[in-house]
């Protein structure tokens, strides 16, 4: 018989570490009556943007990854700003990432990971075209490359990327799988 699946009770929560990330920890009464720990990202939401040119090449940000220790080709993209779109994050970190512009349209959402609170807005955007220099933060050090579409779906098949999910929505919203 299956089970009949319900939200956990959390009990407590509490900050356990405030740096470039923050870490809560959750306690949880589990249904089978034990209470458990758990520790969070406590993240904020994100937008990435699978970016065609019009000769159909995607735009990419080649950088070094903290988390893997991997320098990666990953989509444009970044945090939501509070009170910003979703909309407008997209199309602000495609600018400042990779100084292009373009029509942009929503591919779809979904979470980060099991553990984390973030919600990723993935975009499309289609007829990008240069239109100044990338305009980066103090903590970004990008290259910004040009990759053609075959080139680009073998990439996302590799799985060397941080933005897989939202790669695979860009290609299903512009029927390119």
């Not at 969070?40 to 990435?48: D, T």
């Not at 979470?111 to 103090?138: G, I």
């Not at 910004?144 to 897989?164: A, Q």
């Amino acid at each position: 018989m299956p089970l009949n699946i319900q939200p956990w009770q959390k009990r407590a929560e509490t900050k356990v570490f405030a740096g470039f990330r923050h870490i809560l920890r959750r306690t949880y009464h589990l249904p089978n009556g034990a209470e458990a720990d758990f520790e969070i990202k406590h993240e904020s939401y994100a937008a990435c943007v699978l970016a065609l040119t019009p000769h159909n090449t995607v735009l990419l940000v080649q950088q070094f990854r903290p988390g893997p220790e991997e320098i990666l080709l990953d989509l444009p993209g970044g945090g939501v700003e509070p009170g910003e779109d979703p909309a407008q994050a997209a199309a602000r970190e495609l600018l400042e990432e990779t100084g292009y512009r373009g029509e942009l349209e929503m591919a779809g959402t979904c979470w980060h990971c099991a553990y984390s609170t973030m919600l990723k807005h993935n975009f499309v955007a289609r007829n990008c075209v240069k239109v100044q220099e990338p305009a980066l933060d103090e903590h970004e050090f990008v290259r910004v490359v040009e990759m053609p579409l075959e080139d680009f779906r073998s990439h996302v098949r590799s799985g060397k990327m941080t933005d897989v999910a939202g790669a695979y929505m860009g290609l299903e919203k512009l029927q390119l799988l």
